[in-house]
Antibody, heavy 120, light 112 residues
Framework: QVHLQESGPGLVKPSGTLSLTCAVS?????????WNWVRQSPGKGLEWIGG???????DYNRSLKSRVTISVDKSKNQFSLNLTSVTAADTAVYYC?????????????WGQGALVTVSS | DIVMTQSPDSLTVSLGERATISCKSS????????????LAWYQQKPGQPPKLLMY???TRESGVPDRFSGSGSETDFTLTISSLQAEDVAVYYC?????????FGQGTKVEV
């Protein structure tokens, strides 16, 4: 059974960098799936941040593109999110999610989520 | 970006009754070459991540009870729960994956 688990600091200072990792267990990250980050805040609902394939190909939401980097570490079977220059508006629950085999932006498996608060 | 709009924002339904949620997209999500609607539905219970219920607008994900059904095409879609059970209390989201960025509706809260 495949399982996704987010980890990272729960508190980030304004103007700092939010960094999260998603560990994939039960399957190799080097499958035909894309691996995605989605966030959920009360103000903006569910927002897709971006996704990555194991080859390193990425796609980002253009609303965040200048601040986002998603990377993959095949040796550790995990992928990561970096979001720079954060503000209070970036406070949210961050989910990692697997893209389905039939379409990489249809998200068929989600992690439990990590709450990240941006505050000094 | 494609804007997804759901209605109503919340819905109160008696146990055993039908619940119907509408989702409208700002442009068609029907891909003509394969005649598929790039529309998914998710269920989110409190304190849990979203769970995929339906894809291609009307295909149930494995393990999803058949009281859940999806319909619609192009820009207008519906999620129906034919006989509401207590465990169906949740927020339901539609999502288009026709184009990047994939976008979600604002959610519909279903209560008993």
């Amino acid at each position: 059974q495949v399982h996704l688990q987010e980890s990272g600091p729960g508190l980030v200072k304004p103007s700092g960098t939010l960094s999260l990792t998603c560990a994939v267990s039960g399957d190799s990250i080097s499958t035909s799936n894309w691996w995605n980050w989605v966030r959920q805040s009360p103000g903006k609902g569910l927002e897709w941040i971006g996704g990555i394939f194991h080859t390193g190909n990425t796609d980002y939401n253009r609303s965040l593109k200048s601040r986002v980097t998603i990377s993959v570490d095949k040796s550790k079977n995990q992928f990561s999110l970096n979001l720079t220059s954060v503000t209070a508006a970036d406070t949210a629950v961050y989910y990692c999610a697997r893209g389905a085999s039939y379409h990489h932006y249809c998200l068929d498996l989600w992690g439990q989520g990590a709450l990240v608060t941006v505050s000094s | 970006d494609i804007v997804m709009t759901q209605s109503p924002d919340s819905l109160t339904v008696s146990l055993g009754e039908r619940a119907t949620i509408s989702c409208k997209s700002s442009q068609s999500v029907l891909y003509s070459s394969n005649n598929k609607n790039y529309l998914a539905w998710y269920q989110q219970k409190p304190g849990q991540p979203p769970k995929l219920l339906m894809y291609w607008a009307s295909t149930r994900e494995s393990g999803v009870p058949d009281r859940f059904s999806g319909s619609g095409s192009e820009t207008d879609f519906t999620l129906t729960i034919s006989s509401l059970q207590a465990e169906d209390v949740a927020v339901y989201y539609c999502q288009q994956y026709y184009t990047t960025p994939p976008t979600f509706g604002q959610g519909t809260k279903v209560e008993v």
